[in-house]
C-alpha cells in the first residue's frame, strides 16, 4: 500500500492516527541516512512513539540543522517505546546494491524492535519484503509523520557520528565534514589516495578512482 504524496507544513500523527482507527495497536515510522554519499553506511531507524509523549519539533532531518537533530535525538530515544537502528556498511551495498541494502536494513529494522508493530510507515515508494507486518510506503513521510521523521533523525544522528569515527581512521578525506558525500574535498583526497576501506567500490567515482590508482600502480 502506499499513501499519495500531499503538502503539509510539518509531520504529524494523523497517519499513524488513521492506521490505529482501522485496527493497528503499534505503528513504527521507517526510515534510512546515507543513501547518497560515495562512502560509509547507509544506516536505516525504526521507532514506535508514545502517542502521549511526542517531542515537539520533530521533521524530517534534512529540514534542520545539527544542533536540532542532536537535541530532538535526544528527545525521542528518552521518549519512544521501541528503537531499532540497523547499519548497512559498504559490504552489504556492494553485495546488495544500495537500494537492496537499503530495503534489508529497513527489514532488519523493523523485525529489531522489541514491541513488535502491527503496520509500519516507511519513507519513500518501496515496502520491502520481509516485514514483521503490513507495510505502507508514505512519499515525502519524513515530513508527514511524526514516527517517519523521527527515524530520519535517529538515522541521520547515528550516521553522521560514525562518519567522525570514520575520519578519525581516515583523516585524509574529511569524513567527519562532508560525510561522505562528493565534495570538492573530497573528491580531491579521493584522487589523491584512492578509495580507503570505507568507502563504496560499485559507485563510479570509486570505482574511477581505483581503476586509475591501479593503473599507476601497473
Known sequence: MMFDSTVQSAPDYSHEAELKARGARIVAGVDEAGRGPLAGPVVVAAVVLDPDAIPAGLNDSKKLNQEQREALFEHV???????????????????????????????????????RPDRVLIDGRDVPMGLPCDGMALIGGDGRSVSI????????VTRDRMCAIMDCDAPAFGFAGHKGYGTARHMTALSEHGPCRHHREAFGPVAQARLRLTALAG
Open 77 to 115: 530515544v528518552a521518549s519512544a517505546l521501541a528503537i531499532s537502528v540497523v547499519v548497512a556498511p559498504p559490504s552489504i551495498i556492494l553485495s546488495h546494491n544500495i537500494r537492496g541494502a537499503t530495503l534489508w536494513g529497513m527489514v532488519q529494522a523493523a523485525c529489531g524492535l522489541s514491541i
Open 149 to 156: 521523521a523521527a527515524a530520519s533523525i535517529v538515522a541521520k
